[in-house]
């Protein structure tokens, strides 16, 4: 007995630091998480590079973006800060030989970005090249002699002046300048750089390996609108004449060759009508027929690149889980690489015929990390957060559940701290937006859905993929389609009521939030299905589809893949599927929050959802703004307020359950105090 107490001892000892080492997570630190935003491998496999954003700290920083900085890691996990500080990386590229690394910034006298390269053996930067305007993304000649580079047109003359003087008058979308590519000799130092003439906007730009042509995905105007919907790649040569246009319609996504360059895959759009890019196509370079190669695939294809001259590798996105998928062109034989469940693949950035390929990956422990596949293992080179392994993080796991109508729908479940099976609990109901878009079963953590923090207090979360997300295939992502807020509104209360039916939800204590369509969503939950929900946070969502369709900037994709249908068709069917024209039976405390330069979704929904609830006064209902945000908040500050509301919010009506409006003012004096 006393051998057997005392080993139990040791191992109770061995147990308590680790868990007395977890601690909660604060909202500050929520919103300062690290991540990785892009990686290039050397082309041995030995080196990859990789940029990292690090937010601004809340309180001590001025207001501004996130910096971005540069490091190396080599295949031992090794890793070698190469510019850091206050500053932002854009592109990265190896050089052909792999002895530099090139790369955009904007650095001490410069004027705006420009290209720089440093040795991969460390030492000072030079710069390459400093262009009239700033550089857009760039890519290198095979054979290293040449940049290829996007800059927009230059302003008109003596702009600056004349605004000094008060001439600011905006000429609405006739003034934006397009984006033209240019060539730049890397061999001759003197050189300037020459610009390859065309009629269209430049969106894209990248060599075709061995020939002097380049791949542009051009479209008609700067315009979103016809980048989503209007844009086509062509490959040309250096003097801009057409070499080949390829054979697409709809939305597009990435393309790459083929390593001698006779072959070209890319993701596109079923049709025009698809909400979606996520088909993998191959080009014919010939006379730009295309052929899909994964025909009928249940899924979205997100990346694409080439293994060998005849393997093209795909990462695609199968329900709430992502894989790598090989096929050869050649016996159209499509085998699995990774399979799902290992990690959350957003990018692959490097495939070796060996096997061995470079990722960006997250976990629902971790955000973006440089992951390399193996052959059978998966090992991670960066850990950008080393502090998340002492914070406790939430339970999650998958939920499938039937729609009224008998449609499999599931989404992603993340349960409070210390829950007991059986226990009913606040819910937060967080909507995605697009709606072709879905969540994933991985790092679902941010300022604007700041789960672990809502676990410690006493929330569960759950995200519903409802009917029109992604991650499905192209039929399931249309079933949305000519419904606004019908059925895909109705699968978010089915999803409510499967948590009510298996125990874990308090039907009279459930929250919705959203931006977007999940902002629309959120409003049509605080309105329209007012009596399923007790509070309602709306971010930068739709209230009017008639006034929407007239400020966005994307009233084509509107109508193509959303409406299918125009205001004007159906004038009282879009009234009826409108918050506003419900708001009278609004019974749902409801924050509005939006950014004041949102071109998307212009911050007038939220005030016109504002004037029309304060005037009926059933409901408290606020409206806050914020300047120099634009469809989503980009600068710490003003995320870290969004979550302290949120969250506010949510505890005051659904834990409190107050029944008038908490405070507006928030302790950001007494903090910038403290610090």
Do not use: C
Not at 251 to 258: C, E, P, V
Not at 359 to 384: C, F, K, N
Not at 458 to 471: C, E, I, L, V
Request: aromatic share 10%; glycine share 8%.
């Amino acid at each position: 007995m006393t051998r057997w107490f005392l080993v139990t001892l040791i191992a109770f000892l061995a147990w308590l630091p680790s868990q007395a080492a977890e601690r909660d997570i604060t909202l500050e630190e929520t919103i300062t998480v690290q991540r990785v935003s892009q990686a290039v491998t050397s082309s041995d496999g030995e080196l990859t590079a990789f940029t990292r954003i690090r937010p601004r700290t809340p309180y001590q920083d001025d207001d501004g973006p996130a910096y971005v900085e540069l490091f190396v890691v080599n295949a031992a996990g090794e890793k070698t800060p190469f510019i850091t500080g206050d500053l932002r990386i854009g592109q990265i590229a190896f050089s052909h030989d792999d002895k530099h690394l090139y790369y955009l910034a904007q650095r001490g006298s410069d004027r705006h970005t420009s290209l720089y390269r440093i040795p991969v053996t460390g030492g000072e930067s030079t710069r390459v090249y400093q262009h009239d305007v700033a550089m857009g993304s760039f890519s290198l000649s095979s054979d290293g002699n040449y940049v290829a580079f996007l800059a927009r047109e230059k302003g008109p003359e003596k702009a600056e002046e004349l605004a000094r003087k008060g001439f600011r008058a905006q000429i609405y979308e006739e003034t934006i300048r397009k984006t033209q590519v240019w060539l730049l000799s890397l061999t001759d130092t003197d050189a300037k750089a020459q610009v390859i003439e065309r009629d269209d906007h430049v969106h894209s730009v990248q060599f075709r390996p061995e020939h002097a042509q380049l791949l542009l995905r051009v479209a008609p105007t700067p315009l979103v609108d016809d980048d989503l919907m209007l844009s086509q790649y062509v490959i040309i040569d250096t003097e801009g004449s057409n070499v080949v246009s390829i054979q697409s319609e709809g939305k597009l996504g990435r393309a790459a060759f083929a390593p001698n360059g006779q072959q070209l895959a890319f993701i596109g759009a079923e049709d025009k009508h698809d909400p979606k890019e996520g088909r993998l196509y191959l080009a014919d370079l010939s006379n730009g027929a295309i052929r899909d190669i994964a025909p009928g695939f249940p899924g979205h294809v997100n990346d694409v690149i080439w293994m060998s001259n005849e393997d093209v590798l795909w990462l695609a996105d199968i329900n709430v889980e992502t894989d790598l998928r090989k096929t050869n062109i050649r016996t159209q034989q499509t085998s699995t690489v990774v399979p799902a469940e290992q990690k959350i693949f957003t990018r692959v950035v490097f495939a070796h015929e060996s096997g061995l390929l470079t990722t960006i990956a997250h976990h629902a422990s971790h955000p973006t990390e440089v992951v390399q596949w193996r052959g059978e293992e998966l090992v991670r080179l960066t850990d950008s957060n080393p502090w998340l392994n002492d914070v406790r993080q939430p339970r999650q796991t998958v939920v499938q559940h039937e729609a009224r109508d008998g449609l499999l729908l599931e989404g992603i479940l993340v349960y409070p701290h210390d829950y007991t099976p059986g226990e009913r609990v606040p819910v937060i109901m967080s909507i995605h937006g697009g709606p072709e878009a879905h969540v994933r079963n991985g790092w679902n953590n941010s300022y604007s859905n700041p789960i672990w923090y809502a676990a410690q207090q006493g929330f569960a979360t759950f995200f519903p993929n409802y009917r029109g997300s992604t991650g499905r295939g192209v039929t399931f992502s249309k079933l949305g389609q000519n419904d606004y807020a019908g059925k895909e509104f109705d699968d978010i209360v089915d999803a409510k009521e499967h948590l009510v039916a298996i125990g874990l939800a308090d039907p009279d204590r459930v929250g919705i939030t959203g931006g977007s369509y999940g902002g629309y969503a959120s409003a049509w939950g605080a309105t329209k299905q007012t009596e399923h929900f007790a509070a309602s946070v709306m971010f930068v969502g739709i209230s009017n589809n008639l006034s929407k369709f007239g400020t966005t900037d994307i009233p084509n994709e509107m109508y193509l893949v959303h409406a299918r249908s125009y205001p004007w068709d159906k004038w009282q069917w879009y009234l009826e599927r409108s918050p506003i024209y419900w708001a009278e039976q609004a019974r749902t405390p409801i924050l509005i929050m939006h950014g004041a330069e949102d071109t998307r979704v212009h911050p007038s929904q939220s005030m016109e959802l504002y004037r029309y609830l304060k005037v009926h006064g059933n409901v408290p209902v606020r409206l806050v703004l914020y300047p120099g945000e634009g469809h989503g908040n980009q600068r710490a500050a003003s995320q870290l307020d969004y979550a302290m509301r949120l969250m506010q919010w949510m505890n005051y009506y659904l834990i409190e359950e107050g029944d008038d409006i908490p405070p507006y003012e928030l302790p950001h004096a007494e903090r910038l105090g403290s610090q």
